[in-house]
């Protein structure tokens, strides 16, 4: 028996981050928007926990008990005083290290799977307990849609969000969200940082669905730090603005770019200018919002 959870990519359409907190989080305002690029985590009965993957970045991915998939099951199986007995394979689309919570995707995704696969019925509340624990990224990855994320992103609230189209600029490796962090504190240290707040602008531009309001309103505080580390990103958030995007943003801690364009039309034309830019190693077309953690019909 086995079951399959598709889960969302996401994209930070407003990351406000403040100052370091005493624990070396940071508290942040982060305006989440799932998008439709899919990783799919398929939980089948074993006789110990295993996990495969496949996909464009399978040999990126760690298969040991890191893997957050793996740890997602070992803490519900933990809770329920259960053995982890579970094979799960991860089909992989989403860009890895690319600042599109693609873990944090798989965990979230592993965790409805295995509540499934082994009868628990565990409380939507309690599964979202469980999400906070493996990452602040990953209850947004259940829940889906768009919501604002405060705290260190993990307290949610859902906000109101019309139809948009995007394109995705994903980069040659990684960025580590940590080292990123530590890069905005460099650049920020002795200035003073304001409380991240959600900007009302943006909310009423992604309620209303008018990609020409919500292009000005964009923002991510972890953008100089990425570039800063990646200078290159810079051609290819110009490449993309060029080609017709009315605005181009670093995905969360990057590397991989977002370019919010008018309709599907514009979106192929980013995209083919894009890849002929030679300032990306590949594109990926979406929309949003897409809904959250889903167990597909077997
Ligand atoms: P975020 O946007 O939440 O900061 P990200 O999209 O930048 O995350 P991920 O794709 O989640 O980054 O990967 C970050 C690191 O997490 C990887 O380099 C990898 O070592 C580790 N990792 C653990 N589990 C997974 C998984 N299921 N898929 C991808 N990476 C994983």
New binding site residues.
């Given amino acids: 028996m086995s079951v399959t959870v598709r889960v969302p990519a ?1 994209v930070n359409v407003q990351l406000a981050v403040g100052a370091a907190r005493p624990d070396g989080f940071h508290d942040l305002a982060n305006v989440f928007l799932a998008v439709s690029l899919f990783d799919e985590v398929t939980a089948t009965a074993a006789d110990e926990l295993t996990v495969t ?1 496949a996909g464009p970045d399978a040999d ?3 298969l040991d008990r ?4 793996a740890r997602a099951a070992g803490i519900l199986a933990e809770r329920a005083k259960i053995a982890p007995a579970v094979h799960l394979h ?1 089909a ?1 689309s ?11 995707a ?2 979230a995704a592993a965790l409805l799977a295995c509540d499934a696969l082994w009868g628990l019925d565990t409380p939507r509340a309690e599964l979202l307990d469980i999400c906070a624990e493996l ?1 602040s ?1 990953v209850p947004f990855s259940l829940v889906g849609g768009a919501a604002l994320g405060t705290g260190r992103g993990e307290l949610l609230t859902p906000v109101e969000a019309g139809a948009f189209h995007w394109v995705f600029a994903v980069a040659d490796g ?4 940590p080292a990123v962090f530590r890069e905005f504190d460099r650049l920020t240290a002795g200035t003073r940082i304001p409380e991240p707040e959600a900007s009302p602008a943006l909310l009423a531009a992604l309620a209303s669905g008018d990609p020409d309001a919500l292009a000005p309103a964009l923002a991510n505080g972890l953008q100089a730090a990425a570039l800063s580390l990646r200078p290159a990103l810079a051609k290819t958030l110009a490449a993309g603005t060029e080609a017709g995007a009315l605005a181009a943003l670093v995905s ?2 990057g590397p991989t770019t977002a370019f919010l364009v008018r309709d599907e039309e514009a979106a192929a034309k980013v995209a083919a200018a894009l890849e002929a830019s030679g300032t990306c190693r590949a594109t990926r077309v979406a929309a949003s919002p897409a809904p959250g953690a889903t167990i597909l019909p077997s």
């Fill in positions: 996401k993957c990126q991915v760690p890191t893997n957050l998939a991860i992989k989403i860009p890895v290290a690319g600042g599109m919570a693609g873990g944090s798989d965990g990452g990224d990684g960025l580590s969200t969360g801690s």
